[in-house]
């Protein structure tokens, strides 16, 4: 392989941190307890460890320790919110609004919901990807369970009015369930302040190990639990922890707190380099999405006339995407794209590119210079 190549793919999953492998490893060695083991140190030698991240996650999140349940990451997560609080509140109503944007992890889970009797409300957004408020104000119902509604989109980056969604959510009684996998660690989250009564997190998406992640259940919501077994993580999620995983998560939301103002900065720095010198070299280069608010590290970029697929195989060093890492291994075009409404010939030729922590200003201009001459090629061999 290609030892000059260049990630820039940090919405599919991003480096592990070596300060976090390093505080994860102890704990694939000597300090392998079961943290529910009660009746010696090398339980609770586990049991410290894991209560330690559970402040850490809280932390970043503005919750409790109390309030986050661990699991094997955010679709595990996002399944057990809402398969848990639809069994929970079925005697309250039986409809769901969500938005056409979401992953499939939270689409998939409301359709199957939607399978089992429950009504579905599916809002399209705006043309920038942002959701309009007054349709929200009218998709609730005096029925209405549940809103689900991302923070931050994985594939164009575009942030949510998370702050204004919670207010009108609490106002007509309905829950707020958030899927802050992209945006946990990047930009500031707090439950508290958003309203956020149900929220998806995943620790490979901040630099933690892949496998582990959590739901934050506000206090006093009920989640009827998804697998029956041992009783741990208060009751609603069995299972041994993975207790080097969530020491991982909890060191990357720590460093993730430290970081996140100094490293969003930097990364809004790049992204403007390399579009400025993507857009001053090219034609007909349109960012897909609202410009702002956008994830630092987000671009979603058509380059007019030329396929996804055939440039992404003319750089095969810089790894990107078409879309979502789950809809580039299938041929169709991106959800997320159709919904904003634009043309097929925009959504084929739609790169999605992801700065992250490991990305430097060389490896954003030999991208951009590559980028440029592929397209250069690309078009000529059509134009002939
Ligand atoms: C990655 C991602 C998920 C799934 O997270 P896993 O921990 O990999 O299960 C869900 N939602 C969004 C927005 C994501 O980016």
């Given at each position: 392989m290609d030892t000059n190549r260049i990630y820039l793919d940090h919405h599919a999953t991003t480096p592990l941190d070596p300060r976090v492998l390093d505080s994860m490893l102890p704990f694939f060695g000597a300090?392998?307890?079961?943290?529910?083991?009660?009746?010696h140190s090398f339980g609770w030698e586990a049991e410290k460890a894991v209560e330690a991240a559970r402040k850490a996650v809280a932390a970043l999140a503005g919750a409790t320790p109390r309030e986050i349940v661990f699991t094997s990451g955010a679709t595990e997560s996002i399944n057990l919110a809402l398969k848990g609080a639809a069994e929970a509140y079925r005697s309250q109503g039986d409809h769901l609004v969500t938005m056409a944007t979401e992953h499939h992890a939270v689409l998939d889970t409301v359709r199957w919901l939607g399978r089992r009797g429950w009504r579905v409300t599916e809002l399209r957004p705006r043309p920038d990807g942002l959701l309009d408020l007054a349709d929200l104000e009218s998709a609730i119902l005096p029925e209405t369970v549940l809103v689900a509604v991302m923070h931050a989109n994985n594939e164009i980056g575009v942030v949510q009015p998370v702050r204004e969604i919670g207010a009108v959510c609490r106002r007509k009684g309905a829950l707020f369930f958030c899927d802050a996998a992209q945006a946990f660690g990047k930009i500031p989250i707090d439950v508290s302040r958003d309203g956020i009564d149900l929220m998806a997190l995943s620790a490979h998406k901040l630099y933690g190990p892949k496998g582990t992640g959590a739901l934050y259940v506000r206090r006093g919501i009920r989640v009827s639990p998804q697998m029956e077994g041992g009783g741990h993580e208060f009751g609603l999620r069995s299972g041994t922890l993975n207790v080097p995983g969530i020491v991982g998560f909890g060191d990357a939301c720590g460093i993730a707190a430290r970081e996140m103002e100094p490293e969003g900065r930097r990364l809004r720095e790049l992204r403007r380099r390399l579009l400025s010198h993507l857009q001053s070299e090219l034609p007909g280069v349109e960012v897909n999405?609202?410009?702002?608010?956008?994830?630092?590290g987000n671009l979603n970029l058509s380059f007019d006339g030329v396929s996804a697929e055939s440039l992404m195989m003319a750089v095969p060093e810089i790894a990107l995407s078409t879309g979502s890492a789950c809809s580039s291994a299938t041929p169709e075009p991106s959800h997320v794209l159709k919904s904003l409404g634009l043309p097929d010939s925009r959504i084929r030729s739609a790169i999605r590119i992801g700065l992250g922590r490991g990305n430097t200003e060389e490896e954003i201009d030999r991208a951009a210079t590559r980028l440029v001459a592929a397209v250069r090629k690309l078009r000529g061999l059509q134009a002939a």
């Open positions: 300090r392998f307890g079961n943290a529910a083991s009660r009746s999405g609202a410009p702002e608010p956008r994830l630092p």
